[in-house]
């Protein structure tokens, strides 16, 4: 079923397009995550589509229902849809059960359901003023569903939290749309937020959409060196490399460069289809490690989950060419 529909949607500051001609379609329940570098237009988006923010051009449609932006009525936001900013504020001095009765519609049994899914129950006596931000958050998260949205815009919400509690959050968002019924759009930086997450992902640049597709295409299928950086470390080699290294002659029929993710490079015992290289640098990242390897005068890095080579060793390097990609 349609819930959101968004097109032609524009939007300039001075001289420059902040958004330029923005259009997209969210199902109910599906996940939409937005990823994309400061300034790309992420931020703006979201609160066009929650009305909080006025397009130059373009339409919003909510539940069959346009979206009316500030200059068109006199208190702004739409009904059904919640906004999220990374900027939250609550009130000082009041203890948590107070200030989230005030915006309160929901039963005495569903609120409690409410809190459990946000994990504030245990808050709810506490004062705002003895929280911790990320407790702070989850209060704000929970303050916004007490309206019964539909449709939740969450503009960074990982920001500044420690590993404790952005998993903490991740749990709720999750819960979110599969206990509260709620479809969830994400905007984050972190390609560990979204990628397990979101059944689609946009990416943004200069105020467009540049790729749209489901997380393991937008990973191993870049359409460019930007969309790729976003998403974590690649190799990226030239056609003429590409052919000396592992003979890909594919690379000079396609005239492109050939991308390659860390994890398809697999350190391998010496053979046809393998190259020799030395190890540049070894990181240790928690379930794998890095390996920083130099094949004749190019730097390519490897991923392991194996104890790895020790700097300044010779290792034998192989591709899976069925996992390359050009860009």
């Known amino acids: 079923m349609l819930l959101l529909k968004v097109s032609g949607i524009r939007r300039q500051e001075g001289n420059d397009f902040v958004l330029h001609d923005v259009g997209f379609a969210q199902q109910h329940l599906q996940k939409i995550a937005i990823a994309g570098a400061s300034g790309s237009g992420k931020s703006t988006l979201l609160k066009i589509i929650a009305g909080l923010l006025q397009a130059d051009e373009g339409e919003v449609w909510f539940e069959n229902e346009k979206v009316k932006g500030p200059y068109e009525k006199l208190i702004p936001g739409h009904p059904g849809v919640a906004y999220l900013s990374q900027h939250f504020e609550l009130r000082n001095n009041?203890?948590?059960?107070?200030?989230?009765?005030?915006?309160?519609?929901?039963?005495?049994?569903?609120?409690?359901?409410?809190?459990?899914?946000?994990?504030?129950g245990h808050l709810l006596k506490r004062r705002t003023d003895a929280l911790s931000g990320g407790e702070k958050q989850r209060i704000a998260l929970a303050g916004l569903l007490t309206a019964s949205p539909r449709l939740l815009l969450l503009d960074e919400p990982f920001s500044n939290l420690d590993l404790i509690h952005k998993n903490i959050l991740k749990s709720v968002i999750?819960?979110?749309?599969?206990?509260?019924?709620?479809?969830?759009t994400l905007v984050s930086h972190d390609p560990g937020d979204t990628l397990p997450w979101a059944d689609e992902i946009f990416i943004m640049k200069d105020g467009q959409i540049i790729q749209k597709g489901a997380p393991a295409e937008i990973y191993q299928r870049p359409v460019s060196e930007y969309a790729a950086a976003l998403f974590g470390k690649f190799n990226m080699l030239s056609q003429t490399q590409a052919k000396i290294l592992f003979n890909l002659d594919e690379a000079e029929k396609n005239?492109?460069?050939?991308?390659?993710?860390?994890?398809?490079?697999?350190?391998?015992?010496?053979?046809?289809?393998?190259?020799?290289?030395?190890?540049?640098?070894?990181?240790?990242?928690?379930?794998?490690?890095?390996?920083?390897?130099?094949?004749?005068?190019?730097k390519i890095t490897a991923n392991t989950e194996d104890h790895p080579p020790s700097v300044g060793d010779s290792v034998y390097v192989s591709l899976d060419t069925r996992a390359i990609w050009y860009v």
């Open 94 to 120: 009041y203890r948590v059960e107070e200030m989230l009765s005030y915006a309160n519609t929901l039963p005495q049994g569903e609120a409690e359901i409410l809190y459990e899914v946000c994990r504030i």
């Open 174 to 184: 999750r819960d979110i749309g599969e206990r509260l019924n709620i479809t969830c």
């Open 255 to 298: 005239e492109k460069n050939v991308f390659i993710r860390p994890g398809h490079f697999k350190i391998v015992e010496e053979g046809e289809r393998s190259l020799k290289g030395k190890v540049n640098a070894v990181y240790f990242l928690g379930g794998y490690y890095e390996i920083e390897i130099m094949l004749s005068e190019n």
